[in-house]
């Protein structure tokens, strides 16, 4: 392929109003490459040109050819760069050519026209986008998985169908689109897909996945909110497929999606507490080794058993104060809501009605709506506790702060055989590590700074240094490994937990 020549872009005219993949492959010069590119003929000869199987490859390709621009480094991002005045130096045309080109690239992703995006996110910036190579990310790998993003979905329904109607053609078909951007070619069986989307990332990576999902969870909340309060039922086939995508991003990287977990606005609450305990709810039954199936329908649970507060006053769900008696009769009552919004729904899974009626039941006897003792709770209310419970003690409330990771954990400890089942409990304080992701550490060189991940022992790996205690400062943002030194002397080890409350630490603000 020829090599894509970045002065292309130079002021060139993107801000058209419709998505056109072909015009912008002639923008940027490579249409030939592109559209003459085997995959892209093939396509065209068995399905048409008009078929979108044909954009798809060709937004594939475009990406493939440039690669090697979008993995070199580029200029820093300049707040003040205007394209309305004259660009003299050969440095200002530069920056506008990368700025067209990284405009073009989201365009290219998202299957929207740059005018659409600019309408739909007024402060976008290319600052994100051009830190990538810094901290060696790839700004290739990351436009590619949001191309895969937008149109897996699209490309397993044609699959299915294809297979429906001739599976040799579907076969033919499979080997020409890539539905992962680590493969070259897609096998034709669902499962072969599955295990490519699951493939092993990087925390950094994956966090931008991570982001998005959470983005989409929270529209698709809020959606079925305004469905059930218009009396309709809920979108089931949406909601499960979210669940499935949050599977599989923890499968390619669970410290991304535990990390996110975090990030807390007290305004919409429970919508990310909802998600949060999918999260919690996905981690907790592979902890337990339990099948895709069990998993899939305990992360639905996880995300709808909690819907029955949106039917509670909102006032009293953001006061700051403690509840009276009369709000604590009233917040009850949530259950009771959310079994009539499950109600109104078909093939809703057992196991989600029981996290709902038994998620505020305590093993000792003293929880509600029924005082249950330990064996009248079903396993999966058990489980919905412990989530639930863990879920709200490391969140941002209105009427709280979190407690952090540290000290929920050794609170739940304290818990164990009074609110919550003790073998389970055990399973799931071991899957999170006494010293969880999130947790704020100092360390002994002398830095305050948050932990990303755990090795196999469940014990802190990967630490994001933010803070110097020397300096008594912030610093740049730096990852270190634990435990890798071959000098004990200079092996850089936890001292103590801290409460980044303290030191005006906030995990959100250095995860990504």
Same mark, same amino acid.
């Given at each position: ?48 040109? %008009? +078929? ?6 060709? &937004? $594939?390709?475009?990406? =493939?050819?440039? !690669?090697?621009?979008?993995? #070199? ?61 810094? %901290? +060696? ?6 436009? &590619? $998985?949001?191309?895969? =993003?937008?149109? !897996?979905?699209?490309?397993? #329904? ?8 001739n599976e040799g053609e579907a076969k033919s078909t499979a080997a020409y ?120 329908v305990i992360a639905l649970g996880a995300l709808l058993f909690d819907l ?141 700074g948050f932990v990303l991940t755990l090795n196999k022992s469940f014990k ?53």
């Amino acid at each position: 392929m020829s090599a894509f020549k970045l002065e292309s872009c130079f002021g060139a005219d993107i801000n058209v109003g419709y998505f056109d993949m072909v015009e912008i492959l002639d923008i940027l010069g490579i249409k030939k490459e592109v559209v003459g590119c085997k995959r892209v003929q093939s396509i065209i000869k068995t399905h048409g040109r %008009k +078929n979108r199987l044909v954009s798809i490859a060709m &937004r $594939q390709v475009a990406f =493939d050819v440039l !690669r090697p621009t979008l993995d #070199s480094s580029f200029l820093p991002y300049d707040p003040f760069f205007s394209d309305d005045k004259l660009l003299n130096t050969k440095r200002e045309r530069l920056y506008d050519a990368e700025e067209r080109l990284l405009l073009l690239c989201m365009s290219i992703a998202s299957g929207r026209s740059v005018k659409s995006l600019k309408k739909l996110n007024p402060d976008f910036t290319t600052k994100e986008l051009r830190n990538k190579h810094t %901290k +060696n990310q790839s700004l290739f790998r990351y436009f &590619r $998985q949001e191309l895969n =993003d937008q149109t !897996r979905e699209y490309i397993l #329904s044609h699959k299915k169908r294809s297979n429906e109607n001739n599976e040799g053609e579907a076969k033919s078909t499979a080997a020409y689109i890539d539905t992962s951007f680590q493969a070259k070619k897609a096998e034709a069986a669902q499962k072969k897909v599955l295990e490519m989307k699951c493939i092993p990332t990087s925390f950094d990576d994956e966090t931008v996945t991570a982001f998005k999902l959470f983005k989409d969870g929270h529209a698709l909340l809020a959606s079925q909110v305004e469905l059930f309060k218009r009396g309709e039922q809920l979108d089931m086939p949406d909601l499960m497929k979210f669940c499935r995508r949050l599977i599989e991003s923890h499968t390619r990287n669970n410290f991304a999606l535990m990390a996110i977990r975090h990030i807390k606005d007290a305004s919409i609450y429970l919508e990310q507490h909802a998600i949060g305990m999918a999260v919690l709810g996905i981690h907790f039954a592979k902890a337990m080794k339990l099948s895709d199936a069990y998993i899939e329908v305990i992360a639905l649970g996880a995300l709808l058993f909690d819907l029955g507060r949106f039917r509670l006053p909102m006032v009293m769900m953001t006061k700051t104060t403690k509840m009276t008696d009369a709000e604590f009769d009233l917040f009850r009552k949530h259950i009771k809501f959310g079994e009539q919004i499950l109600q109104q729904c078909e093939n809703v899974p057992k196991a989600v009605y029981q996290m709902l009626f038994d998620h505020h039941e305590k093993v000792d006897g003293s929880g509600y709506p029924e005082g249950k003792l330990d064996q009248e709770i079903s396993v999966y209310g058990k489980i919905a506790a412990i989530i639930d419970a863990y879920d709200a003690m490391t969140s941002e409330q209105s009427h709280k702060p979190s407690m952090g990771p540290i000290k929920a954990y050794r609170q739940m400890q304290k818990e164990s055989g009074l609110a919550f089942d003790k073998q389970l409990l055990t399973v799931f304080l071991k899957s999170i590590g006494s010293i969880p992701v999130g947790s704020c550490v100092s360390l002994s060189n002398g830095r305050v700074g948050f932990v990303l991940t755990l090795n196999k022992s469940f014990k802190p790996s990967l630490v994001r240094q933010v803070y110097s205690m020397t300096n008594k400062a912030f610093m740049a943002a730096s990852d270190i490994e634990l435990n890798k030194s071959a000098n004990l002397r200079t092996e850089v080890v936890i001292e103590k937990e801290v409460d980044p409350q303290t030191l005006g630490l906030q995990f959100i603000n250095h995860i990504s």
